[in-house]
């Protein structure tokens, strides 16, 4: 038997294999070590008192011109009337990203101080509750779609989101917070200034407040955990933040510190409805003054945000009773006194901060199950199913591009202008949003198919170009040998020609599969359920949890376990159909004997 050369490529395939293996086997074998669950409730142990470093200019809440006077009673809501996109279920859009407010636990169940209020009003309303994962970007206009019932992500009010939206009486009171690396010469909001890199999470109140208060232009972040690993490394020079995710985000020992607070200027914080869903409002509004009043707010406040409340301010309408908390301020003075002095601590060199946000072992190993399990599972769905419409769309538009009826080959270049120059997050809500509450009886309001569809649509256009550049691309000559031997236009275009240019276009139609694939992550920003989300959004999720970059780390990974042999699988298959057999490759007997015969 004569040995056998093995291509470099196959050899690179199975290397990434046994790689991408081993980190499984790592991830199944061995326990997750003890980690800092940020979505975990920290209780009245870390009660704060009022904030001593506020503003100069802060000022207290403005003239409460929204909260109601009452609310009707509970016992007289009409659960059927209250307009549901699902009858009996409460269908609330959140975030993942925002502990201990909104974030999803290390049991990948979505949980925090909003998102808690919220099932003990549902509870008292008689209502289930499904909580949906979605970016803060699209979460109001999603909310004004019926979308979504109810939006739930500490949202501070204001006049200008109350144009798109409608909101419950306030269950919570914001500050802002600035945060800047330690030794700044920042030392408060009245020293930001031109020319500085101010972060805030885009779309949020902090970004208003800094473009129409402070009068300067932010750098716009897409969540809380990327503004502040870019504070850290100091490519930004400042941070303005919920106070709440500022307090549970920076840790003792990190290169950043919490320098002065300012109350909020915008009113209180609330749940966002349909502007027309007064029946909605009104229930809400109800059983938030249901569980102020049998202590339910109390308790969930003490345990996830335990902190003095500023003075004159309460939860719920002008009518619920003043909640009964413990003296937070002191017991954040009897645990001061107790702790005694922090000790100073040192600081860490820029390669121990990279060590410790991208090389943190043990999150590899309490991430990969969950990436193995739901991460990876939902990827490859939403992208085979995508490339089969992709593939099947996109030689149509291909074959309707090179037509000599412009009926057809114009509406194919339309179609490929708009698909390709808009950009994919455009596209996947304007599907999500625009065709998701035309076609919710059919889908469940489950945006997974639409995401596919999307995905589907954009891949298209650019198969489309791709299928059409290798058709045009065979010699004419063999079109016009097949027509000479009596085949139809049709079939000379389908035994001949298209085979020929699909075999030229293979390795741009995998990359096409492989920037699919990572667009995959992107459906997310339609809302979907925790058993729904793909690898990126896993790896996110864990990453808001302990504010650590490993499981994102992690999750390129499995991507990269993905794209590496299917990038040198095709390389290798291009590279054998342009060349042929190798010479060293043994005949097949059959074929063998036959040419010995013929001779």
């Known amino acids: 038997m004569s040995s056998k050369r093995v291509s470099a490529p196959v050899v690179r395939w199975f290397a990434v294999l046994w790689v991408a293996g081993l980190l499984v086997a790592m991830g199944l074998a061995a326990p997750a070590g003890a980690q800092n669950d940020q979505c975990a409730p920290p209780g009245e142990k870390s009660a704060s008192a009022l904030p001593t470093n506020l503003s100069a200019a802060a000022a207290g809440p403005g003239e409460d011109k929204y909260t109601t006077p009452g609310v009707t009673p509970l016992q007289n809501i009409d659960v059927n009337a209250l307009g549901l996109s699902r009858p009996g279920t409460l269908t609330v859009g959140t975030l993942s990203d925002a502990p201990p407010s909104i974030c999803i636990d290390s049991a990948g169940q979505f949980t925090g101080y909003d998102n808690e209020l919220l099932k003990a009003i549902a509870d008292k309303l008689g209502l289930k509750i499904q909580f949906v994962g979605t970016e803060f970007s699209g979460l109001l206009a999603q909310v004004a779609a019926r979308r979504f019932d109810v939006g739930s992500s500490s949202i501070t009010t204001t006049d200008a989101r109350r144009q798109t939206v409608g909101f419950t009486n306030g269950y919570d009171f914001g500050y802002f917070s600035l945060v800047v690396p330690q030794g700044s010469a920042i030392t408060g909001f009245d020293k930001l200034a031109e020319g500085q890199r101010i972060g805030v999470v885009q779309g949020t109140v902090q970004e208003s407040y800094v473009i129409d208060t402070l009068k300067l232009q932010p750098v716009k972040f897409p969540d809380y955990n990327t503004v502040y690993a870019s504070l850290k490394t100091r490519q930004i020079d400042a941070w303005v933040a919920p106070s709440q995710q500022a307090q549970g985000t920076v840790k003792s020992g990190d290169p950043a510190e919490i320098i002065e607070n300012t109350f909020s200027l915008d009113n209180f914080v609330a749940w966002a409805v349909a502007k027309d869903n007064r029946p909605l409002i009104d229930a809400l509004n109800s059983g938030l003054d249901a569980i102020i009043a049998d202590g339910t707010w109390s308790r969930l406040y003490s345990d996830w945000v335990p902190r003095a409340l500023p003075p004159g301010w309460k939860p719920g309408s002008k009518a619920a009773p003043v909640p009964q908390l413990p003296d937070f301020t002191a017991i954040a003075a009897q645990n001061q006194a107790t702790a005694g002095p922090a000790a100073p601590v040192a600081p860490k060199s820029t390669l121990s901060q990279l060590k410790d946000s991208f090389l943190d072992w043990n999150l590899y190993r309490q991430a990969i199950p969950d990436l193995l399990t739901t991460g990876l599972p939902n990827t490859l769905i939403l992208t085979f199913a995508a490339s089969v419409i992709g593939l099947v769309l996109g030689m149509v538009l291909a074959v309707a591009g090179i037509s000599t009826s412009r009926w057809l080959r114009w509406p194919a270049r339309i179609y490929t202008d708009i698909f390709r120059g808009l950009p994919e997050v455009v596209i996947i809500l304007l599907i999500g949003l625009g065709i998701g509450p035309i076609v919710g009886h059919l889908t469940g309001n489950n945006p997974y198919p639409l995401g596919i569809a999307a995905l589907g649509l954009m891949a298209a256009a650019y198969v489309g170009e791709i299928f059409r550049s290798g058709i045009q691309s065979v010699d004419p000559g063999q079109l016009e040998a097949s027509r000479a031997l009596g085949f ?81 699988l095709v390389n290798f298959i291009d590279a054998r159909l342009r060349r042929g057999r190798r010479p060293d490759e043994e005949d097949d007997p059959l074929l063998t004997s036959t040419a010995q015969e013929m001779n």
């Open 488 to 568: 139809s236009y049709a079939t000379s275009m389908r035994l001949v020609v298209i085979p020929q240019g699909v075999r030229r276009v293979l390795p741009a139609l995998m990359n096409q599969f492989i920037s699919l694939l990572k667009a995959s992550s992107l459906v997310y920003f339609l809302g979907l359920i925790a058993n729904q989300r793909e690898l990126f959004q896993v790896g996110r999720d864990l990453n808001a949890q302990t504010g650590n970059l490993s499981p994102l780390v992690a999750a390129g990974i499995f991507y990269l376990a993905l794209t590496i042999p299917l990038t040198h």
